[in-house]
């Protein structure tokens, strides 16, 4: 009950009339940061009708989830209303949906162009590994009732792990030219890169595989960027993991070599920690002194699950 109300309070200080059902109740609600929105470069915290009206003047935006964190999807839905309710007619580009599936999101947009419902059994979404199509569906039934475009916006799966698993030709000679995907970054950008790939699989993965996986996530970044400025009448929203809406490798960088100049919104929806209470308190959490994004979206969280609780368990002695 005092999730409901917390968003509720949240939704009408915003002065919206956007809300919905709340999401299902996380961990958190008590947090002095959940639900408030930190300008990074301004310092300070803002509302959410202030945030929308900034978004409104981007021309890219792009929304970086956990994307198993139901409440993340619901505030991209609502991020999205926002700019629709403004003015913006955006093309909306997934993270989840990539070139090869292209096809059949067009084929059932042609039969249904407002299906939100059946988007996902049409592109085999509950093969792909991602959480149910049912939370992002919101996201689709506000861009489709305004008759925006939905775009695939990330590699083939299959070109994606051929990259990770060493093959680098597997990727377009067009955008590994147009993006230096032929060499490696720059050294700092590497080695925060193959950290991070390591930190994410637990440190199970040996370093002889790690860059060809920072390969793969240059690759997909690469990529989404095209995506977005690809044909665009309105720029483009893009949903995503957090990891790639990052200002100071992930796609914004290139955004900036495919359009310079325009004006890009980085939003990450951040989970609140129990030890941290302040918003400079995250920034290591992304490996920096800084957090990378032009704005954070504090949540609950999720669960309290350690996803590499499994690999610190001690073996049993076979013998």
């Known amino acids: 009950m005092r999730r409901r109300v917390w968003l509720a309070i949240t939704l009408l200080a915003a002065g919206t009339a956007w809300a919905a059902e709340p999401p299902p109740a996380g961990r958190g609600q008590d947090h002095p940061l959940t639900g408030r929105i930190w300008d990074v ?24 989830e956990r994307h198993d964190n139901a409440d993340h999807h619901s505030f991209q839905a609502w991020v999205v209303r926002g700019l629709i309710g403004a003015g913006r007619r955006p093309a909306i580009a997934f993270e989840m949906l990539g070139a090869d599936q292209a096809m059949a999101l067009d084929a059932h947009l042609a039969r249904a162009p407002r299906g939100a419902a059946g988007l996902g059994d049409a592109v085999g979404w509950s093969a792909s590994g991602w959480p149910p199509w049912k939370e992002y569906q919101p996201i689709a039934e506000a ?15 299959a070109t994606a792990r051929a990259v990770a698993r060493g093959n680098a030709d597997a990727v ?8 230096g995907l032929d060499r490696p970054a720059a050294p700092d950008v590497q080695a925060a890169m193959e ?49 790639h809406v990052r200002t100071d490798r992930g796609v914004p960088t290139y955004l900036a070599m495919r359009a310079p100049g325009a004006a890009v919104g980085s939003v990450a929806f951040v989970e609140v920690a129990a030890d941290r209470m302040a918003p400079a308190d995250y920034a290591e959490r992304f490996g920096g002194r800084r957090l990378p994004f032009d704005y954070v979206w504090f949540t609950v969280r999720a669960d309290d699950v350690d996803p590499c609780a499994r690999f610190r368990e001690p073996r049993l002695d076979p013998g």
């Open 143 to 157: 861009a489709l009732a305004a008759g925006l475009p939905i775009v695939a916006a990330n590699l083939p799966l």
């Open 41 to 64: 470069a301004g310092a300070q915290f803002i509302s959410m009708e202030t945030l929308v009206d900034r978004l409104v003047a981007a021309r890219y935006v792009l929304l970086g």
């Open 195 to 243: 950290a991070e790939m390591r930190d994410s699989h637990c440190g199970r993965l040996p370093d002889s595989a790690l860059p060809a996986m920072v390969r793969a996530q240059r690759a997909r970044d690469a990529q989404m960027a095209e995506r977005l400025v690809a044909g665009q009448r309105d720029g483009a929203v893009l949903i995503a993991g957090t990891g």
């Open 172 to 179: 377009a000679a067009g955008l590994a030219r147009a993006h």
